[in-house]
């Protein structure tokens, strides 16, 4: 511990950093629970065209995402402006800014493990919930999503260890601004442009530990979590 | 009165066809639907209870319109007052079984699952999980879980396919129980001989999505000769052998026979 403190970093990307991915994860697993049991369980006509607008973030490079994020939240946007006029929020260059890309960013990796999770589960167990009489939505809440925590809880994982590695979004959204949107990735960005590659590399060990120890964890969990 | 007239495309073990079904189905009767593998009993089933929709066609039960092509009425499984018994039990494994008698309860129908847990014999195992248990005791919490809505129509998928012979007798028992004691009307799918002989008031057999005229015989319809009339205590069954067979039932009218007299093997079966 000692040696952690110890060493030659600012530790504020760190914090801003573990911020970021707390938010982004705890919001996505709001937003993304019932997306991904409402695609696991409807019939709906359109679902492709949902699935492939989520699964976008998986195949676009992250500056073309930004662009556009950047285009759409720019002040001088309709978006960004009825957003400035009515609750004095700018979205380019600041934290919730970062928040908002991230949310759209990881939402893939929130929503396809729930989705294949709800997915994989007998097709019986749904319909014997409904044959007494049970609503879809409860359904999904006594009965499927219980029954599928493995992959909740790669979905929790996947969207935190995704939204601590953002790089190319960040940049495009948030700039460089110490305090507010200069994340991990970018302080090891900086320091490898000034040359200081020691302190790079405490940035990048710390990041490297980080992410393991994540992935560990739920490994270690997911063999524990059994019904 | 249940009513279904039903129609719809559907792939048979002998190729494509059409389910198509003309039902009606006595109010507390016990009616046995028997077929080959991939023959529609499941999917006529699955209609039944909304979980599939066939393309033309009616249900009426008890006066209550549950589909109707025509108008386009479809009620969901919600909808409907059914029981439905899976052939996997499709018991919920973070439920206990007491949890899962409930699920479907009303608020104020706890006396009532008490009542199905004693009635199935569960209640050394109410809080164990469903993995815990074995295969009859899994059908036997299916069985009360369907229940539990005391619903008008009781649906059962070969609830005795994967027990063993101790295990599916009792099932049965359980079963012809429940069935005279709340009367609940009953269709069960079953490819074994000796549910339809205990269990069925009537048989239907389906071919290929058809109803076949011919009523379902598990032994030969001529008169035959009683050889031997007796009460096996263990299964609570009255059996009767003859030359070509054996026959056996719970009730009690049978007991009137004696070795010698000539059965009618169908006119027993109508009569019981």
Same mark, same amino acid.
């Given at each position: 511990?000692l040696?952690?403190y110890?060493m ?10 573990l ?5 982004t ?8 629970v019932?997306?991904a ?8 006509r ?25 285009l759409?939240?720019?002040p ?5 402006a009825?957003l ?21 960013y ?7 493990p729930?989705?294949?999770?709800l997915?994989?589960?007998?097709l019986?167990w749904?319909?014997a ?9 409860r359904?999904?809440w ?10 909740v809880?790669t ?15 960040v940049l495009?959204?948030?700039?460089n ?7 991990a990735?970018?302080a ?6 000034l ?12 990041l490297?530990g ?5 992935l ?12 | ?12 073990a ?12 006595t109010?507390?009767?016990l009616?046995?639907l ?6 529609g ?9 909304g ?9 009426v039960?008890?006066k ?17 007052s059914i ?6 039990t499709?018991?919920f494994?973070?439920?206990?079984v007491r ?7 009303s ?7 008490d009542?199905?847990?004693?009635? #199935?014999g569960?209640?050394a195992?109410?809080h $164990?999980? *469903?993995? %815990?248990?074995?295969?009859?005791? /899994?059908? &036997?919490v ?20 994967a ?18 004691a ?11 001989d ?6 069925a008031?009537?048989v239907? #057999? ?6 076949? $005229?011919? *009523?379902? %015989?598990?032994?030969?319809?001529? /008169?035959? &000769?009683?050889?031997?009339?007796y009460f ?31 059965v009618?093997?169908?006119w ?5």
């Amino acid at each position: 511990m000692l040696f952690v403190y110890a060493m030659p970093i600012d530790w504020e990307p760190i914090w801003l950093t573990l911020r970021l991915a707390g938010i982004t994860t705890l919001l996505l697993l709001l937003i993304g629970v019932p997306l991904a049991g409402w695609l696991a369980l409807s019939r709906f006509r359109l679902k492709p065209v949902i699935e492939s607008l989520i699964s976008l973030p998986l195949v676009l490079p992250p500056s073309v995402v930004g662009f556009y994020l950047l285009l759409a939240f720019s002040p001088t946007s309709a978006f960004g402006a009825w957003l400035l006029r009515t609750v004095d929020l700018q979205l380019v260059f600041s934290f919730p800014g970062l928040v908002v890309a991230s949310l759209l960013y990881s939402l893939p990796f929130m929503v396809h493990p729930i989705q294949a999770g709800l997915e994989n589960l007998p097709l019986s167990w749904r319909e014997a919930s409904y044959t007494l009489g049970q609503s879809p939505t409860r359904t999904l809440w006594r009965v499927l999503l219980p029954n599928c925590k493995p992959a909740v809880l790669t979905g929790i994982v996947l969207s935190f260890a995704h939204t601590i590695g953002e790089f190319g979004l960040v940049l495009m959204i948030g700039g460089n601004l110490p305090g507010q949107t200069r994340v991990a990735s970018i302080a090891i960005y900086d320091e490898v442009e000034l040359l200081h590659f020691d302190t790079a590399h405490a940035y990048a060990g710390l990041l490297l530990g980080l992410s393991f120890a994540i992935l560990l964890l739920v490994y270690g969990i997911n063999k524990r979590v059994t019904v | 009165m249940i009513e279904a007239a039903v129609s719809m495309p559907r792939l048979f073990a002998e190729g494509a066809g059409t389910l198509n079904v003309n039902l009606t189905i006595t109010p507390g009767s016990l009616t046995a639907l028997v077929g080959p593998s991939g023959s529609g009993k499941t999917s006529l089933l699955r209609v039944l209870a909304g979980l599939e929709t066939p393309k033309q066609g009616r249900i009426v039960v008890e006066k209550q319109v549950w589909f109707d092509a025509g108008q386009g009425i479809n009620r969901r499984p919600q909808q409907r007052s059914i029981g439905y018994i899976f052939q996997d039990t499709a018991l919920f494994p973070n439920l206990s079984v007491r949890e899962n008698i409930a699920y479907g309860a009303s608020a104020d129908g706890q006396t009532l699952v008490d009542e199905l847990v004693e009635a #199935t014999g569960l209640n050394a195992f109410v809080h $164990e999980k *469903p993995t %815990r248990l074995s295969g009859g005791q /899994r059908q &036997r919490v299916a069985l009360a879980r369907a229940l539990v809505r005391r619903p008008q129509l009781l649906l059962l998928d070969e609830p005795f396919a994967a027990l063993d012979d101790p295990s599916a007798t009792q099932l049965r028992h359980v079963l012809l129980d429940l069935h005279r004691a709340w009367g609940t009307t009953t269709l069960l799918v079953s490819h074994h001989d000796a549910d339809v002989r205990v269990l069925a008031d009537r048989v239907i #057999t389906l071919v290929q999505g058809q109803i076949q $005229e011919q *009523p379902h %015989r598990t032994t030969p319809a001529k /008169r035959e &000769r009683i050889d031997h009339i007796y009460f096996d205590e263990a299964t609570r069954q009255w059996v009767i052998e003859t030359a070509t067979g054996q026959l056996r039932s719970s009730d009690v009218r049978w007991q009137q026979a004696t070795a010698g007299d000539f059965v009618q093997i169908d006119w027993m079966r109508s009569q019981s």
